[in-house]
């Protein structure tokens, strides 16, 4: 994971709604509503290795300043703990899930609307959403594959950027140069496909540059080929970065 022995505490610190969030949208995308791209136009596949792909559409997501405000309002923040070394410590960022089913009035629209045109174009079905949100440039997160890579054979992942741009960098498992820098925000679009969570690993680095927030829509799916003994329970007892 590249923070040491950790693991996950299950129970966070509630947040609330966060206070003090230096949050200006953007004069271009003002007023708009939120609304996916089904054309993906202007989509791109970077290919890691043989087997290990990242799509990147950049601004996938038009009315993304709307979805940002409605989920900083509506979202039940936590910030997490993780088990580090011999302590305990806060994760730099806040957190919250959403189940995004259409039917839900809890859950804002463009969610399950995401969901389901994700779903159309990589054939799988993508039911759980999980957003991190990264305050300013302290918050980060450090060098890890995703979690259901040790559940499922070839998971995909796919990130919708929200607010500031932050680089997104991606190396092979267990170090190595940085293969792929990307910087979303303001409605990207990444998915990582492939071996992508078997063989490669992926950051969001602190920065000390003046950055506004940016919020992290992470989308993935439940059910898929399993590896070799595991069942779809195996890991989402406790949800991941």
Partial sequence: MGVGPAGVEPAGVPAGV???????PSLLDLGASPDVDVSFDGLVR????????????PGWLRGHDALFETLLATGSWQQRSRRMYDGVVPEPRLTAGWTPLAADPSVPPA????????????GVTFDRVWVNLYRDGRDS???????????HSRPLVATVSLGARRRFLLRPRGGGS??????????DLVVMGG???????HSVPK????????MSVTIRHSHGELLPGKSPGTYYGVEYS
């Fill in 195 to 201: 071996a992508c969570q078997h063989d490669w690993e």
């Fill in 207 to 214: 920065t000390a540059k003046p950055v506004g927030p940016r």
């Fill in 18 to 24: 966060p206070a003090g969030i230096a949050w200006q």
């Fill in 178 to 187: 940085v293969a792929l820098t990307l910087s979303p925000g303001a409605g």
């Fill in 111 to 122: 969610l399950p609307s995401m969901c389901s045109v994700l779903s159309a174009r990589y």
């Fill in 141 to 151: 997160v450090a060098w890890h594959p995703d979690r259901n890579g040790r559940v």
């Fill in 46 to 57: 970077h290919w890691l290795d043989a087997t290990s792909w990242v799509d990147y559409c």
